[in-house]
């Protein structure tokens, strides 16, 4: 069974702080891995999307690892600022299917 | 480019009613999915369409459930007979090819009193 887990469900962490998301799947055959960001009440913001041939993704202060071997995704947040606080998502898709599995999400919070 | 658009964003039915969300996908995107986000719970696919085709839907209920992506218009997701346990937030993403990135809307949550 494909299953998405992220660990731990929520974090809470000072502003300026560097800090990392985990996210594990069970299934080798990944076709590829998104990180979102969802502010509540609101939709999905895409952040970064890795190919399975690739080892990560940067955008600004956002970095994605993908390691296939291990079944595991981070997602790396530098120097962090309030306005990061919301709930990450990872999700994969599977070689031969298109929909997306995703985890139960972090909730991350920002304190000033 | 305007995003993906999906309305109504709030829908509130009472039990036994019909429950249609509607969702447009981006421009030049021919693929939709569909998912639902219970309360205290993760995103869940429910189907995925390519125009006028139903792809994969081992996400949807075997009853009451259906959608459509017809040659013109938006996609329709229809709930007959609507029940307090579909209280939920249904998420409409498209891409342009099933490979790429799926773009979300914002939602319709529904509410099922």
């Known amino acids: 069974k494909q299953e998405v887990t992220q660990i731990p469900a929520a974090l809470s962490v000072p502003e300026g702080e560097n800090l990392v998301l985990n996210c594990s799947f069970t299934?080798?055959?990944?076709?590829?891995l998104q990180w979102f960001r969802q502010d509540p009440g609101k939709g999905l913001t895409s952040l970064l999307l890795?190919?399975?041939?690739?080892r990560e993704q940067t955008s600004g202060r956002l970095n994605a690892s993908l390691d296939k071997s291990s079944g595991r995704s981070t997602l790396y947040i530098a120097a962090s600022q309030p306005g990061d606080s919301a709930t990450y998502l990872c999700?994969?898709?599977?070689?031969?299917?298109?929909?997306?599995?995703f985890g139960q999400g972090t909730r991350l919070t920002i304190n000033p | 480019n305007a995003g993906v658009m999906q309305n109504p964003r709030h829908l509130v039915r009472r039990r036994g009613q019909e429950a249609r969300l509607r969702c447009s996908p981006m421009?030049?995107?021919?693929?939709v999915y569909w998912y639902r986000q219970l309360p205290e719970e993760g995103l869940k696919f429910m189907v995925y369409?390519?125009?006028?085709?139903?792809?994969?839907e081992s996400g949807m209920p075997k009853e009451r459930f259906s959608a459509e992506f017809p040659k013109e218009g938006p996609s329709i997701l229809r709930i007959q007979q609507v029940v307090r346990g579909d209280s939920a937030a249904y998420f409409c993403?498209?891409?342009?090819?099933?490979?790429?990135?799926?773009?979300f809307g914002p939602g319709t949550r529904l509410l099922v009193l």
């Open positions: 993403a498209s891409s342009r090819s099933p490979q790429e990135t799926q773009y």
């Open positions: 299934d080798s055959a990944i076709y590829n």
């Open positions: 890795i190919q399975s041939s690739q």
């Open positions: 999700a994969a898709s599977y070689q031969g299917a298109q929909k997306l599995v």
């Open positions: 421009k030049g995107h021919s693929h």
């Open positions: 369409l390519q125009k006028e085709n139903i792809i994969d």
